[in-house]
């Protein structure tokens, strides 16, 4: 049908429906005045052409060149004008069956409007404002900055020791193979401060500028310039970290830390990104485990397992490992769902994503419980804000705070940042869209993974899933040193398990990345992990920066003349042993890992 043409978009609707005004109320604060909206009981007269049966019945959408558009239809056109990037409006216009779909749907609701705001009310809640996230960056930036804050605090205090001059893998000679085999394109194959120099005095020079990079972020002083330089600085400690910063936790940082950088332009594409990311990782994570055919995941008993198998478990990991069989089913069952179903509810209306968001929260902080995982939960945690919106968040802040944040107008990116921010959705999407694909079963995209290939330097887009196989036995490498190679003495690890009457305290954000490596280095043998002859060389010419990532060893005053490595099997104690002898651990020697070796190779 066309009618005579109004100045702009002109939406009528039913004046007396209680439920169509809230709708309508939601629709005119998105739209932005680009939208006129009039019901239908005072805009009548104006558009004679249209029965008033058809205005009861559903709305009308009269666009400026005369036609018209109503029910499903209209609704989908008015998202368009929200959201030009809207899927709506080309599935109902291309996908088979949509259309029909959709208008069935609406003029059921047409007619049962009681049902329709019961289920909006339900969904979405009594307040029809639009989400907000004016409160949620500003948390969001700070839990962030406080996160890069404990990255780089707790990698500046081993960087020496890890991947200094002396240390177990020196960065210097990382980057003169990589040179020496790609030569200058190495610069961009590989995008590194450290290219620059890279002695210890300016990898410490790293952390501590990450740190008070990161605390600008805390307190809003240069926070875009900080943020570009903190996703810089921490890709650069990525790479030249090796296999001590070669950790989920890290990509999953580095990602965050890249959308955080365009998050100040206020573009409400970037906590949608955030809700893709949080959806990705936790999504992955189940699905890994369903695909890995791992028995303990099958038939639901990895909890079982998990809390005596992780890296560094806490004094809550014993208690838990101790619950009921029946209990930790139930647990690893919940894991599950909340791993591969409730993140599709990470796209459902308000209230069902917030729930989401709160099993989410309730599993990241029972991890935090009874493991270490450094701030790997925490920004977990960090990135599930973005599940909520301003009218959640704000009942949670300090009111002079909150009142602040609420009288602060909403920034919108201008139209050069809108493409930018456009195009980087869109990689992001089918980039990541394919990983997940292809971790089912999917086939190689040509186009897509060519992408892949250009952006793999900056890691900005990664797959996740940890704990795809769960670990069933516990086996530690303890490292002994000896003067005489008659008596062999210990040396203790700061964090992981050694001593039986220890187990690792609470250390999170802090990740003993040594000590992490050293549980890694348990499960397969010694030649896959060349760091660790190194570690043994060390121990023996008795490098200062890797015996300080140690306890005070047995060899204070002079280096061992040699040093081996034994493999244990660990488990915790029972109730009644540790009653009996106040150990948290027992243990049985299973095999020599590493033969006795001597400084002179001999």
């Known amino acids: 049908m066309i009618l005579s043409s109004p100045a702009r978009p002109v939406v009528v609707f039913d004046g007396d429906c209680g439920i169509c005004r ?8 998105l739209t932005g005045g680009r939208f006129e909206f009039r019901p239908y009981q005072e805009a009548a007269p104006d558009f004679p052409e249209i029965a008033v049966a058809e205005f009861t019945e559903a709305i ?10 109503s029910g499903a239809e209209a609704t989908f056109q008015i998202y368009r004008g929200i ?8 599935l109902y216009r291309f996908v088979p069956g949509f259309r029909a779909v959709s208008e069935s749907a609406y003029r059921f609701l047409s007619r049962h409007r009681g049902i329709l705001s019961f289920l909006t009310h339900l969904l979405w809640g009594r307040d029809a404002r639009p989400a907000r996230f004016t409160a949620t960056r500003w948390v969001f930036l700070r839990l962030l900055g406080l996160i890069y804050l404990a990255a780089f605090a707790s990698f500046g205090v081993q960087v020496t020791g890890l991947i200094g001059s002396d240390g177990l893998l020196a960065v210097g000679n990382l980057l003169d193979a990589v040179y020496g085999q790609f030569g200058p394109s190495a610069w961009v194959l590989m995008p590194n401060i450290f290219w620059l120099a890279s002695g210890d005095a300016f990898l410490q020079g790293a ?38 910063m070669n950790f989920q936790w890290d990509l999953l940082l580095l990602e965050a830390g890249l959308l955080a950088v365009f998050l100040p332009t206020g573009s409400r594409l970037i906590p949608w990104l955030y809700r893709w990311l949080a959806f990705r990782f936790m999504f992955m994570g189940g699905m890994v485990k369903i695909l890995s055919r791992d028995p303990t995941w099958d038939n639901l008993t990895a909890l079982s397992f998990h809390f005596e198998t992780q890296p560094l478990p806490t004094p809550a990991a014993w208690f838990a490992h101790h619950l009921p069989d029946p209990v930790l089913v139930v647990a690893t069952a919940a894991t599950l769902i909340i791993e591969l179903v409730l993140p599709f509810f990470i796209f459902a209306p308000r209230r069902m994503r917030m729930f989401t968001a709160c099993a989410i929260l309730l599993l990241q902080s029972l ?9 790997f939960n925490l920004l977990t945690i960090a ?43 869109t990689l992001v999407i089918f980039v990541s869209g394919e990983q997940i694909a292809r971790a089912i079963g999917g086939h190689r995209s040509t186009p897509v993974s060519l992408a892949a290939r250009l952006i793999a330097p900056c890691q900005c887009v990664n797959s996740y899933g940890p704990f795809a196989v769960m670990t069933t036995r516990r086996h530690e490498i303890v490292i002994e040193g000896s003067r005489d190679g008659r008596e062999w003495k210990a040396y203790e690890f700061k964090y992981k398990p050694g001593e039986l009457a220890r187990i690792t305290s609470w250390i999170t954000p802090h990740q003993p990345r040594l000590d992490w490596q050293m549980w890694f280095a348990a499960l397969s043998p010694p030649d896959r992990n060349p760091w660790f002859r190194n570690l043994l060389g060390r121990l023996l010419s008795g490098s200062r920066p890797v015996l300080a990532l140690l306890e005070p060893g047995p060899f204070a005053d002079a280096p061992p003349v040699a040093v081996r490595a034994r493999f244990y099997r660990y488990q915790f104690t029972t109730s009644a042993e540790r009653r009996s002898n106040g150990n948290w651990w027992k243990r049985e020697l299973v095999a020599e890992y590493y033969p006795p070796v001597h400084l002179s190779g001999n």
């Not at 809230?22 to 604060?29: G, P």
């Not at 959201?83 to 080309?90: E, G, K, N, T, V």
């Not at 310039?225 to 650069?236: C, K, R, W």
């Open 22 to 29: 809230e709708w309508v109320e939601y629709w005119r604060a």
């Open 60 to 69: 009308q959408l009269i666009e400026p060149d005369g036609t018209v558009a």
């Open 83 to 90: 959201a030009p990037y809207s899927l709506l409006p080309w």
């Open 207 to 244: 952390c501590i500028a990450g740190v008070l990079l990161a605390l600008m972020v805390v307190f809003n002083v240069l926070a875009r310039v900080s943020l570009v330089a903190l996703f810089l600085l921490y890709l650069s400690l990525v790479d030249a970290g090796q296999a001590f």
């Open 367 to 375: 991890i935090i419980v009874t493991g270490n995982y450094n701030f």
């Open 383 to 425: 990135i599930c804000v973005f599940l909520f919106d301003d009218a959640a968040l704000l009942t949670c802040l300090p009111g002079r705070i909150a009142r602040r944040l609420e009288s602060l107008p909403e920034r919108r990116p201008g139209r050069a940042a809108g493409v930018l921010l456009f195009g980087l959705a």
